[in-house]
T-cell receptor, first 114, second 114 residues
Framework: SQTIHQWPATLVQPVGSPLSLECTVE??????LYWYRQAAGRGLQLLFY??????ISSEVPQNLSASRPQDRQFILSSKKLLLSDSGFYLC?????????????FGPGTRLTVL | AQSVTQPDIHITVSEGASLELRCNYS??????LFWYVQSPGQGLQLLLK??????LVQGIKGFEAEFKRSQSSFNLRKPSVHWSDAAEYFC????????????FGSGTQLTVLP
């Protein structure tokens, strides 16, 4: 069966520091991968998605970036964090092929920027 | 572009009572529709999904939802709520054939009274 991992689970970082969040998927090949952010009391905002290694689509202009160095690895980064980057970050995957378009979510990373 | 509206930010029900969470969507064709549940500090778990066929879909944990094209709705129901159902519920719409896919509503927080 497929599983998705995110780490770290929680992170507290000062403003201006760099960020690296990692997401990995097991048990599947060539998945579509997604990064979402969930701010307090708000819904989910799609940040980036990827349909293959090195292929990143950005949904919202911001100081975050994403990379996909391996087929089942998706990384969210920032060179300098802002207070507004605080939130709950969720990674998700979806089968590239097949009739289902269902996305499956990881456990999330709680980021607090102070 | 598709959009989702969940008009109820917060709903409170007594344990054992019936539940209906509302979801309205905007999309130019027949959409993919999803309901996810999120417990505090957790990722999103898929409750059920509609792709085609029978407009009444059954999900996990005793939930069901009905797709009504004429009303652009996909309301979530449960005949008898359990205390463990307290969580936040998200409706999402997907564009067929799109890698970008899901657009989420802002969520409905469910409180269950003993």
């Amino acid at each position: 069966s497929q599983t998705i991992h995110q780490w770290p689970a929680t992170l507290v970082q000062p403003v201006g520091s760099p960020l690296s969040l990692e997401c990995t998927v097991e048990g599947t090949s060539n998945p579509n991968l997604y990064w979402y952010r969930q701010a307090a009391g708000r819904g989910l905002q799609l940040l980036f998605y990827s349909v293959g290694i090195g292929q990143i689509s950005s949904e919202v202009p911001q100081n975050l970036s994403a990379s996909r160095p391996q087929d089942r690895q998706f990384i969210l980064s920032s060179k300098k964090l802002l207070l507004s980057d605080s939130g709950f970050y969720l990674c998700a995957w979806r089968p590239r092929t097949g009739s289902t378009d269902t996305q499956y979510f990881g456990p999330g990373t709680r980021l607090t920027v102070l | 572009a598709q959009s989702v509206t969940q008009p109820d930010i917060h709903i409170t029900v007594s344990e054992g009572a019936s539940l209906e969470l509302r979801c309205n969507y905007s999309y130019g064709a027949t959409p993919y529709l999803f309901w996810y549940v999120q417990s505090p500090g957790q990722g999103l778990q898929l409750l059920l999904k509609y792709f085609s066929g029978d407009t009444l879909v059954q999900g996990i944990k005793g939930f069901e939802a009905e797709f009504k094209r004429s009303q652009s709705s996909f309301n979530l129901r449960k005949p008898s709520v359990h205390w463990s159902d307290a969580a936040e519920y998200f409706c999402a719409v997907g564009a067929r054939g799109s890698a970008r896919q899901l657009t989420f509503g802002s969520g409905t927080q469910l409180t269950v009274l003993p």
